[in-house]
């Protein structure tokens, strides 16, 4: 099988390429126009596999696009390529309009155009898998606003067993869950979602979607969350931390995502949507304050490492909670995440230890770990 990945110099898609190649007997053609975030370096380890081949191409070239199809002419698609940043998006929204809604439509136009070309058996196996984000769904009631609900009800409700907050009592998004995005970034992989879906609806073209939610590990991109605060602290820098660090987020490991991504691309079920999170809620100040605890025990300093918490500004619109029910994945695919939060965020701060030289080359470029997304 020869699958077509977009995005895989980037952090979700370079662990699928990398699983691919190394799991696998099956080949990749990994599709980059190399943004920032996009680095080669996260594909070394695979780069000299017969079975890889690299093409420098913007998914909303048309003409490129159809020569690649034509040239490698994939079995499947995986279209991981995106903008994915909430803050960029926030302050320079007209890329991720440009990347993830005008070049999934290029996308799916020649992937359509190519698929109807094949003969009936290929055609028949062909897939084209996109890859979301739970953002598309908005957000989830928070234990803080439920809690805040019930110190007004009597002693009685207060007591009431249902009242007292779980996460098994708190609601998930699940694949039926209604699509409210908040920011420009999940308003445009929404759209993206929504395209995806009318060209199986309309020209029947076989698309499978994924949701996930938030992604780390190793080759992550320092503006996010984690590895941000890992390289900070290790630099002695403030640890940004948006509004009181309440909002909640469910964790995946990158590699576990990986895993599940290839099970759907070849043993997902034409027209389904399919969650994939990592049963793992925690609040962002929970997070930062796991990593300064790791760091204490791996590279001690005089002070401890939370010292460095500084709390700043929220992000507009910032949403508070994201969680994911991923059933449906466990019982039609038989996935289920390998990582702990635990096991995987000791592993993510190990890795960035050891790779001081990749995060440089990552930041060789203009961004050095300022804050976005400031209006």
Request: hydrophobic share 35%; glycine share 6%; charged share 20%.
């Amino acid at each position: 099988m020869k699958i077509l990945v977009t995005g895989g110099a980037g952090f979700i898609g370079s662990a699928v390429v990398r699983h691919i190649i190394g799991n696998t007997q099956d080949c990749v053609v990994n599709v980059d126009k190399l943004t920032y975030a996009g680095n080669l370096e996260s594909l070394t380890s695979v780069a000299d596999s017969p079975r890889y081949t690299f093409e420098k191409v913007d998914i909303c070239d048309r003409t490129e696009l159809e020569r690649v199809f034509s040239l490698h002419q994939p079995d499947a698609v995986m279209h991981l390529a995106a903008e994915s940043h909430v803050d960029r998006s926030i302050t320079g929204s007209a890329d991720f309009i440009q990347t993830n809604i005008v070049g999934t439509y290029t996308l799916l136009e020649a992937a359509r155009h190519y698929w109807m070309q094949l003969n009936t058996e290929r055609k028949s196996a062909f897939r084209f898998h996109h890859i979301s984000t739970d953002e598309v769904y908005g957000d989830l009631p928070h234990p803080d606003e439920i809690n805040v609900e019930c110190s007004m009800l009597n002693d009685e409700c207060k007591d009431h067993s249902t009242l007292n907050i779980q996460h098994s009592t708190l609601p998930l998004f699940t694949e039926t869950t209604p699509y409210t995005p908040s920011s420009p970034y999940s308003a445009s992989k929404a759209s993206s979602d929504h395209l995806v879906r009318a060209w199986l609806r309309t020209y029947g073209f076989p698309t499978i979607v994924t949701n996930c939610s938030n992604n780390y590990g190793p080759y992550h991109f320092p503006e996010k969350l984690i590895p941000l605060v890992i390289l900070n602290a290790l630099e002695g820098k403030p640890l940004p931390i948006y509004g009181k660090g309440d909002q909640i987020r469910d964790w995946l490991y990158v590699e576990d995502h990986a895993r599940a991504l290839f099970k759907v691309v070849t043993e997902g079920k034409v027209g389904e949507t399919y969650n994939i999170g990592g049963h793992n809620e925690k609040r962002n100040l929970e997070v930062v304050q796991t990593i300064c605890s790791i760091l204490d025990s791996l590279v001690p300093k005089n002070t401890p490492y939370a010292e460095q918490i500084a709390y700043v500004a929220d992000r507009p619109g910032h949403d508070r909670r994201y969680a994911i029910d991923a059933t449906k994945m466990s019982a039609e695919l038989d996935w289920q995440p390998q990582e702990t939060f635990e096991t995987g965020l000791r592993k993510t701060v190990e890795w960035y230890l050891a790779n001081q030289e990749w995060c440089q080359h990552v930041q060789d470029g203009t961004y050095q770990r300022e804050r976005l997304g400031e209006l």
